[in-house]
C-alpha cells in the first residue's frame, strides 16, 4: 500500500471511529434530552421546556445561538399539575445562587403563582446578554406541598460539540501527518546507499 493509501486509510478509519462514538451517545439517555427537547422536573412532575428565539420555528434549548427576545413554553402533561399553582421565574446565572431579594436582581422574568389549566405555561423573555441562565419553575398544591425544579440554558455561547468534534479532527490530522512524515523518512533511509 502507497503512502497515500496508508494516510487515507487512517483518516477513514479515523472518522469511522469518531462516527462510531457519536452515534452512541446521541442513543444514550444523556441529559434526560432524548431528542425532546429540555426537560426539567418539579417534584415528581416533569415538564417540558422550549424556548423559541425571536423569529424562529426550532427549539433552542438548552443552547440559544445568540441573545435576544425568547419565547420560554413549559408543558407538562401530568392532570394534577392542572390543579396547582405554578410559579415561573428565569434568572440569569446558576440556579441556586440567587439569595433573597437578590433574586429580583438576576430575575430576566417572572409568572407569579397560578394555575394553568391546560397545563401549558408562556413565557416572553428576554435574554439580553451571553451567559448562563435558569429557568426555575415552583410547584404547588396550595396545602403542604411546594417542589420545584429547574433547567439551565446557556446563549451565546455556542454547542460545545462543535469544540469535540474540531478537536478530535485536528488530533487525526495530526497523527495522520506524522505517520505520513514517519512513513517517508523512513522509506528514504532504506533507499539511502550505504557507503
Known sequence: MGIRGQLAATLILGMALFAVEANAQDTSLMDMNMNMGCM??????????AVYPAGATDDACPDLPYPGQTVVTLTSAAKEFRDMSAEVRIIHGEAGAEK???VDQVTVAHLPAKTYPTGVITLPANFDK????????????GKEMIMSGHVNITVGQGSRQ?????????????AASWYY?????RKKKKLAPTA
Open 181 to 185: 512524515f514517519w512513513d517517508v523518512g
Open 100 to 102: 433573597g431579594a437578590a
Open 40 to 49: 426539567l422536573m418539579a417534584g415528581m412532575h416533569e415538564m417540558q421546556v
Open 130 to 141: 451571553p451567559g448562563l441562565y435558569s429557568v426555575l419553575v415552583t410547584v404547588s398544591d
Open 162 to 174: 462543535w469544540y469535540i468534534v474540531l478537536a478530535i479532527a485536528i488530533a487525526i490530522i495530526l
